[in-house]
């Protein structure tokens, strides 16, 4: 069973920038496409950006093109999101979730990590 851990979270300045990271206990990302959601106090959970594993196809939510990447580090089996010029509007909890590439639903979640933006 693949565990799924995150990191990186903190509290910074608007314009400011955090990495996060997922990764893994017990498994590879091998095969798998892996997401970032967020949910900011009182609002559902919204989709972020995710990549595949294999090819590293991308894919962003508007809101955050141009200032967030998402990318794969092969060798510590990882996903980073990369946050830059971040916004008090992206305060939320961040959770990287993952899903098998003949899934249609991530299944697999981790337990989320803070990210809050001051004005």
């Known amino acids: 069973q693949v565990q799924l851990v995150e990191s990186g979270g903190g509290s910074v300045q608007a314009g400011g920038s955090l990495t996060l990271s997922c990764s893994t206990s017990g498994r590879t990302f091998s095969n798998y496409g892996i997401g970032w959601f967020r949910q900011a106090p009182g609002k559902e959970r919204e989709f972020v950006a995710s990549?595949?594993?294999?090819?590293?196809?991308?894919r962003y939510t508007d809101s955050v093109k141009g200032r967030f990447t998402v990318s794969t580090d092969a060798v510590q089996n990882k996903v980073i999101l990369q946050m830059n010029s971040l916004e008090p509007e992206d305060t939320a909890v961040y959770y990287c979730a993952a899903k098998y590439y003949t899934e249609t639903e991530y299944r697999l979640w981790g337990q989320g990590t803070q990210v809050t933006v001051s004005s």
């Open positions: 990549i595949t594993w294999t090819i590293g196809l991308t």
